[in-house]
C-alpha cells in the first residue's frame, strides 16, 4: 500500500448536535488515498452522521472538514460532488418512476438541460455488466426493478462521477455473496487508482474481504483506528458493543425430530419464478431460505402469505390443507400466517402513523383480540428492548433496527403459528441484530415454526436448523447440521454442487 | 391516535367568525338569527357534499362523479314523488341513497379491482351519468316534484334550527363515530397513508375502498335529495357549480389531498367559511368577475397560510 503523508480528508474536532441529542462529539478522523477504511459501530454510534457531513448533507455544529489540507464548507451535496466527494447512501436515493438511465443522469456532471453524455453513461453501463447487472436495460423504471437491481445502479451511479472519495454506506446489504465479490474488485480497482473509500458495513465478513483499515464508533466518539488483521472479530465487537461474537447467535438446541409438522408445502409453483418447491417447518425449527437474489426465494415467501394470484401447489398448516388468497386469509386463527416484509420502510410500516398505531394494524378486528391493549405488544417490546421516546409518536421517529422490532410486534401479537422472514436483519446493527435472533430463537422453543429468507449466509449457518438454498426457481440443495457450511451455501447458491442432495423433510 | 381537532382544522372557523365580524361591519344584518341559520341551512347542502367527499379524500382517493350523483339522486327522487303513487313517494328518499351508493361502489370496482385512478374513472362515471340523464329525460328539465319529506327536510325548522343543518350534523356525528371508534376508519387512514403497508398487514383494502366510496356516494345522493327539496324540482346540472367547492372545502378543513391526514371537524368549518365567503360576496353586489376572483384569492390565501405554518415547523 501507498504510504500518503497528507491525508485525503480530515475530520478535526466535528461535533454534531440535533438538539439535546449529541451525535457525534469533538471527533478526529482522517482518511487517506489509495486506502479502503472501514467504518464500524451500532446504529446511532454517529457513523452516518459523520457520511452525511462530508456528503454535505448535513453542516456540522462545529468543527473543520479538511480536504487536501485546505478547510472546505460542503454547504450541499452539491459542493460536495463537485469536489469528488461522493456518497452512496443506505436509503436507496433512485427516483422510481424515472429510468435507469434518467436516474443515472440525474445531477450527473455535464448533464445540464437534459443533455447526455454519453462517455458517462458508456461508464455506468461497464461498471453494471462488471457487477453482473448487465441484464438492467437503460429503459427500464426503476420501480420495476428488484431491490438488488436498484442497488448495482445506486453503485453504478456513484461510480461513474469519477469520485476522488467515495462512500459506501450499506451499499450491498441487498446483494448476494457473487455479487457483492464482484463490487468488491471493483471497489478495490477504484482504491488502486487512488480513490480512497469509506465503507460501512454491518457483515464482518465483507470488512475482513475489503477493509485496509478500520474505525471503531461508539456513541458519538471514535473509539479506534487500525489496520486490518490487528484485532480479531471478537476484539471488534468489544469495541463496538462490549459484547463477544460468541454471544451473537443464541446456542442452538440439539435438532429433534419430534415436533409436529406446522407448515408444509408441495410442489408450490408460480407463472416459472419458483417451480415445485416442497418443503416443511416443524414447530420449534427456524428453516432458512438461501441463494443469489432473484432465484425464487422472495416471491416464494410472498405467494405463501397469499400475494401471488394463481399460485399453484398444495400448502397445509397443521395437517389441514389451506388456500391463502390474500394475507387476510393469511392472518386468520385457522392458518396464523404472519409476513415480515422485506422492506420495513415501505411495505412492513406506516411512517406517518404513530407507534402504537402501526402496532395495532394486524391485530385490529380479530374477534377475540383487543387491539387497543397495550399489553399486547409490551411482552414483546419489553424482550426486544425498543427504545422509544412514547408510543405516540411517529414510528419515523425510530431508527431502522427499533422500526424492526415494532413490525415484529405487531405480528406476534396475532400469535402466529408460522412466521415468515425476509431479510428482517438487512442494514441493522449488531446489537439489534442479536436481539432479533434471540427472539427468533424463543418463538422457535415456544413453539413458532419459522421461515427465515437471508442474504447474510452467517445467519443461515448459526440459526438456522435447516437450510434450502434457491436456484433458478427451485431448491438446489437443503442442508441440515453439519453440511450447512459457507462453502457448501455458496456452492448450492451457484449450482454447482457436485451431488445434489435435495433432502425433503 | 388522531386528534380530531388540529390546528389546521381550527382555521375555517376562525376565518367564519373573521367573515362574520368583517362583513357586520358593512352590512348589520349578518348578526342576524335569521341571516346566520339561513347560512347553516344552505352549508348543509355542500356540507353533505363534502362529508363524502372528506372519506374519499382520507382514503387518497378523490371523486369527481359528486355532481351527477348528486343531479342523479334529485331526479330519481323527483320523478318517483311525480308519479303520486304514495309507494313510490315514501321509496323515493331511501332510492335515491340506495342510487348513490350503487354509483359508489361501482366507483370503487374501477379504483380497487380495475386499478383505474379514482381522478380518471370517477370522471368518466361522471359523464356517464350525464349522459343518461340527459338520455333519459330528452335534455328538458325532468319532470316531478319533491315531497313533502323531502320538502321539510330542505328547508323545515326543529327548535329555530334549520332541519337541513341537523341531518348534516347527525351525518356527521354518525360517520365520526365509524372513522374514530371501528377498524374501518384505521384502515381507511392507513389506506391513505400507505395501501401496500396496509394489505400486508392483512386488511381487505378493496372492501375498504368499495365501503368509503358507496358512503361517499350516499352523502352526494343525501345532498341531492336536499337540494331538491330547497327548489321543489330537479334540474339539469344541479351539481355542477358543487365539485370544486366541495373539494375545496375539505381541504380548507386541514385535511390532506394525499391521504391519511385530516378529519371531519375541519369539514364542517370548511363548508361553513365557502358558504358564508359566497353569501357575503353577493350581497356586497360586486360583478361576478370580480367575485370569483376574490373567491379564488381567498381560498389560496387559506391555504397558503397552512403551508406555511406547516413549513415553519419543519
Known sequence: MNQHDVPLLQIRDISMHFGATKALEDVDFACRSHEIHAVLGENGAGKSTLMKLIAGVLQPTEGRIILDGADVKLATPRTAQDLGLVCMFQELSLVPDLTVRENLLLGAPGSGLGWLRSEALAKAQDVLSRIDGGHIKMSTRVSDLSLPSRQQVEIAKALMRAPRLLILDEATSALNASVVAKVFDLIRAERDQGTSVLFISHRFHEIEALADRISVFRNGSRVATFDQGVHSYDEIINMMVGQKIGELFPPKPPVSATGKEVLKVENFSWEGRFADVSLSVREGQIVGLGGLDGQGQGAFLMGLFGLLRRAEGRISISGKPVSVSSPKTAKQPDIALAFIPEDRKTEGLIQEQSILENLQLAALGFKDLDASDPELYTSTLDRLELKHGGLELPVSSLSGGNQQKVVLAKWLAIKPRCLLLADPTRGIDVKTKTQIYQMLRRLADEGTAILLLSTDYEELIQLCDETHIFYAGRLAASMSGDSMTAQNIIAASLNVTEERKVVHA | ?314
Open chain 2, 1 to 314: 391516535m388522531n386528534r380530531a381537532i388540529t390546528p389546521d382544522s381550527l382555521m375555517p372557523y376562525i376565518g367564519t367568525a373573521l367573515l362574520i365580524i368583517a362583513g357586520s361591519f358593512f352590512f348589520p344584518q349578518i348578526l342576524t338569527f335569521d341571516y346566520l341559520t339561513q347560512q347553516l341551512q344552505i352549508a348543509a347542502f355542500l356540507g353533505l357534499l363534502a362529508t363524502g367527499a372528506t372519506i374519499v379524500i382520507l382514503l387518497g382517493h378523490i371523486d369527481l362523479s359528486v355532481p351527477w350523483v348528486l343531479t342523479g339522486a334529485a331526479i330519481l327522487s323527483t320523478a318517483l314523488v311525480g308519479s303520486g303513487d304514495p309507494l313510490l313517494t315514501a321509496l323515493a328518499v331511501p332510492a335515491a341513497l340506495a342510487f348513490g351508493a350503487l354509483i359508489g361502489i361501482v366507483n370503487g370496482i374501477g379504483v380497487a379491482i380495475l386499478r383505474i385512478p379514482s381522478m380518471v374513472w370517477t370522471l368518466a362515471i361522471n359523464s356517464i351519468l350525464l349522459g343518461l340523464a340527459v338520455l333519459n329525460t330528452g335534455g328538458f328539465n325532468p319532470k316531478g316534484e319533491a315531497s313533502p319529506l323531502m320538502v321539510s327536510m330542505a328547508s323545515g325548522r326543529v327548535l329555530g334550527l334549520p332541519m337541513s343543518f341537523l341531518i348534516w350534523m347527525a351525518v356527521c356525528a354518525v360517520i365520526t363515530l365509524f372513522l374514530t371508534r371501528t377498524p374501518f376508519g384505521r384502515y381507511l387512514r392507513s389506506i391513505g397513508y400507505n395501501e401496500k403497508a396496509t394489505f400486508l398487514s392483512g386488511v381487505s383494502t378493496p372492501s375498504v375502498v368499495f365501503a368509503a366510496f358507496a358512503l361517499a356516494g350516499m352523502c352526494s345522493a343525501m345532498g341531492g335529495v336536499l337540494l331538491a327539496g330547497y327548489a321543489n324540482q330537479a334540474y339539469q346540472s344541479m351539481g355542477d357549480p358543487f365539485l370544486l367547492p366541495t373539494i375545496a372545502a375539505v381541504v380548507i378543513g386541514g385535511t390532506s389531498i394525499l391521504g391519511g391526514r385530516g378529519g371531519l371537524f375541519g369539514t364542517v368549518g370548511g363548508a361553513l367559511f365557502i358558504t358564508l365567503l359566497t353569501s357575503i360576496l353577493s350581497v356586497m353586489q360586486i360583478g361576478d368577475a370580480w367575485k370569483s376572483i376574490v373567491f379564488g384569492v381567498i381560498i389560496l390565501a387559506m391555504l397558503l397560510f397552512q403551508t406555511m405554518r406547516k413549513g415553519a415547523h419543519a
